[in-house]
Each structure stands twice: as C-alpha cells, then as structure tokens.
C-alpha cells in the first residue's frame, strides 16, 4: 500500500501563487506515476500534471501549461506542484496521486491522497 497526503494548499488572489506538496509513505519503490488532479464543484475531474518516473518525463494540461510546473525529489517521496499565476477557474480541490502500472496516461490512478483545497478570488 501506497499512502499520499496533500499540503500547501489555500486561499489566494488571482495573479498569485501556491505550492502543493504530496508526502508518500508506504511501499513507494514500484510507483511508475505520480500526478496531481483536481475537482471543482459540478465539474469532472481534471488531470493536471503527472511525472513518468521511469521516463522522466512530465505532461501539463493545456490549462496550466507555463503556470504549473511539476517536480518530485530523488528518493520519491514528495511530489510537487508549484503553481503561479493562479486564476479562480483554478479553483478547486486538488489531489495527489501514485500508480505502479506503466502507462501514467490514465484518468484513474491506484494510489489518492484526500486533497487539498485550492481557491483563487478575482
């Protein structure tokens, strides 16, 4: 078992900046994909960005392409999510999360923290 738990998230002005982390605990030697998603009320869920371990490589969506940037230390155990220039269609509860399986593509990942709330006043 994996365990992931948010922090960093907030309140803050448009134009402004927060900064997300996920601690991971457990069995974190065969996590393939660490990624942050978000919700926001009425809506679906959002793939935001996610780090393929193995190829180290990182995928945005369009939305926060050049105002996120995601990052995860050497040992995999925090994962990070620096996130500036917010606008209140950010808004949202924001969720780490981990998967052992190879593709990291998917919209459902194995492992979920319990998020953390991310809202952006204009």
């Known amino acids: 078992q994996v365990q992931l738990v948010e922090s960093g998230g907030g309140s803050v002005q448009a134009g402004g900046s927060l900064r997300l982390s996920c601690a991971a605990s457990?069995?974190?030697?065969?996590?393939?994909?660490m990624g942050w998603f978000r919700q926001a009320p009425g809506r679906e869920r959002e793939k935001v960005a996610y780090?393929?371990?193995?190829?180290?490589?990182?995928y945005y969506a369009d939305s926060v392409k050049g105002r996120f940037t995601i990052s995860q230390d050497n040992a995999k155990n925090t994962l990070t999510l620096q996130m500036n220039s917010l606008m209140p269609e950010d808004t949202a509860m924001y969720y780490c999360a981990a998967d052992d399986a190879p593709w990291c593509g998917r919209d459902v990942y194995r492992y979920w923290g319990q998020g953390t709330q991310v809202t952006v006043s204009s």
């Open positions: 780090i393929d371990i193995a190829r180290s490589s990182t």
């Open positions: 457990g069995f974190t030697y065969n996590i393939r994909c």
